[in-house]
T-cell receptor
Framework: GDSVTQMEGPVTLSEEAFLTINCTYT??????LFWYVQYPGEGLQLLLK?????DKGSNKGFEATYRKETTSFHLEKGSVQVSDSAVYFC???????????FGAGTTVTVRA | DAGVIQSPRHEVTEMGQEVTLRCKPI?????LFWYRQTMMRGLELLIY????????DSGMPEDRFSAKMPNASFSTLKIQPSEPRDSAVYFC???????????????FGPGTRLTVL
């Protein structure tokens, strides 16, 4: 079945450092791919998405490119801030149904 | 829009008691999802509805769990009897079928943190 594997954390960075979180997927066909972010005590929020190969999703300085050849959707940000401290989830949705398959989540802590 | 509303935000109960979690989706959304989040198992989909009808309940862990959606603006997730291993954060999410491509965003509620003693 469909599945997502993402880099295990926790990840601790200094402000203005470069962040990358790896995400790979297994799915039939061409799923839509998402990154969700969960701030402490809150629900998940969509950060960015991509629906076809070579699409680049971007938001709030974060970027991820849908790579079909490597079945990957790695999240990157060039200069993190303390406010980026959160748990990040990679997810996919196949076109067969409306279920999202989530990765395990990566906890990111940014220190001032 | 108020977003997805869940109640209660926190629930502490004793083993064997009945627990009811509530969710109000975003108005106009016709899909509703219930998820459970734990440290051990991460984020799991329990069940989802379309137009108030359960579509897939394969994630419901056992018969102690049941979910209903009596109308488009309200859903419940019930656990009876509750057990300590049910302790988790339960999220409700909703979305609308605005495209056929499947890139519709799911909007999550703030969650209910359940503790079963």
């Amino acid at each position: 079945g469909d599945s997502v594997t993402q880099m295990e954390g926790p990840v601790t960075l200094s402000e203005e450092a470069f962040l990358t979180i790896n995400c790979t997927y297994t799915a039939t066909g061409y799923p839509s791919l998402f990154w969700y972010v969960q701030y402490p005590g809150e629900g998940l929020q969509l950060l960015l998405k991509a629906t076809k190969a070579d699409d680049k999703g971007s938001n709030k300085g974060f970027e991820a490119t849908y790579r079909k050849e490597t079945t990957s959707f790695h999240l990157e940000k060039g200069s993190v801030q303390v406010s980026d401290s959160a748990v990040y989830f990679c997810a996919l949705r196949s076109l067969r149904d409306y279920k999202l398959s989530f990765g395990a989540g990566t906890t990111v802590t940014v220190r001032a | 829009d108020a977003g997805v509303i869940q109640s209660p935000r926190h629930e502490v109960t004793e083993m064997g008691q009945e627990v009811t979690l509530r969710c109000k989706p975003i108005s106009g959304h016709d899909y509703l999802f219930w998820y459970r989040q734990t440290m051990m198992r991460g984020l799991e989909l329990l069940i989802y509805f379309n137009n108030n009808v359960p579509i897939d309940d394969s994630g419901m862990p056992e018969d102690r769990f049941s979910a209903k959606m009596p109308n488009a603006s309200f859903s419940t997730l019930k656990i009876q009897p509750s057990e300590p291993r049910d302790s988790a954060v339960y999220f409700c999410a909703s979305t609308s079928d605005v495209t056929a491509r499947g890139d519709n965003e799911q909007f999550f509620g703030p969650g209910t943190r359940l503790t079963v003693l």
